[in-house]
């Protein structure tokens, strides 16, 4: 009772594509491997340091002072 049979996976693919249809699950596995790659390169870019301001971050305060 705790082992899946072959006869359990084949049961489960044919649900699986009777609700997604053939031609989502692809997209959606598509999709999941994007969200993968960009949290990846999240976890990447986080360690390297901001990039630094402008140089031209003078104020420039136009209103006239009292």
Known sequence: MGSL???HWIIV???VLIVFG??????AMGDLAKGVQAFRKGL????E???????DSKTTD???RA
Do not use: C, F, H, V
Not at 49 to 55: D, E, T
């Open 5 to 7: 049979s072959i006869w």
């Open 13 to 15: 693919l044919g649900i």
């Open 22 to 27: 053939p031609g989502k699950l692809p997209r």
């Open 44 to 47: 990447k870019d986080e360690g």
């Open 49 to 55: 340091p901001p990039p630094p301001l402008a140089a």
């Open 62 to 64: 136009t209103a006239p």
